[in-house]
């Protein structure tokens, strides 16, 4: 079990090599992408793979001994699984479709889990030059400077993020599209920004007031997230109401005034 005063080591290692990843990032925004299909609609470019090439080789030069789990890595070696062993769990380009048609959310997300509690996280969007940070009992950051979650108390005033996820059957879009109009009286309004990690930032900052995603990719989406919207005092939830679980490819997370109303108004909508 690390200690708590590593925990600045490990952020101001994690910022670094977001910033590097980010860096690759941005010079590779504005030029033509190579882009292969993961799934129907969920992609993977040359970026992705060099990113999390780039940000694993930094981590394990300073610690060989912790363990890893990224989103390409998985992709292309199957299910990892999560230990309480201290562990980067790594998304090297969240907003893969974002980047490929040149819109600007996209990041870098890491997070240090141990005991699988997250404990560090950093989301780093370089095309719009945010980078948002937090530690486990020390709060949340954007770019140095202390961020918290809303204060709306009115779902109907909420705004309301989501994303529509990678599968693309008829059931699942079904479901998917029912559950928006229902919510859609239910809230000021929806944005989709495509990418899960920023959208966990929104929260974090403000911007958003609720958010729920299921069927993400994994816990590369949201270890970071996860642990910045709690430190700015918002709560992170599976969307049935009970406790988040890094691995179930579910969650919600809102300020603490609206999460009841919203838990209730989602279930209504299923």
Known sequence: MAETDSYSEFLALAVDAAERAGEFIRK?????????????????????????????????QHFPSHKFIGEETTAACGATELTDEPTWIVDPLDGTTNFVHGFPF???SIGL??????????????IMNELFTGIHGKGAFLNGDPIKASS???????LLGTEAG??????????????????????????????????LCGIAC??????????FGGPWDVAAGALIVKEAGGV???????????????????????????????????
Do not use: W
């Not at 709306?152 to 909420?158: A, G, N, T």
């Open 28 to 60: 590779g925004f504005y030029q033509t992408k190579h882009v292969e299909h993961k799934g129907q609609v969920d992609l993977v470019t040359e970026t992705d793979k060099a990113c999390e090439d780039l940000i694993f080789n930094h981590l394990k």
């Open 106 to 108: 996209v990041c870098v």
């Open 113 to 126: 889990t141990i005991g699988k509690v997250p404990r560090v996280g950093v989301v780093y969007n370089p």
């Open 152 to 158: 709306q108390s009115e779902l109907v005033k909420s």
């Open 166 to 199: 990678t599968k693309r059957d008829q059931a699942t879009l079904d479901a998917t599209t029912n559950r928006i109009n229902y919510l859609l009286s239910k809230v000021r309004s929806i944005r989709m920004s495509g990418s899960c990690a920023l959208d």
């Open 206 to 215: 403000g911007r958003l007031d609720v958010f729920y995603e299921l069927g």
């Open 236 to 270: 992170v939830f599976d969307p049935s109401g009970k406790e988040f679980d890094i691995t179930a490819q579910r969650i919600a997370a809102s300020n603490q005034l609206v999460k009841d109303a919203f838990v209730e108004a989602l279930r209504h909508s299923e």
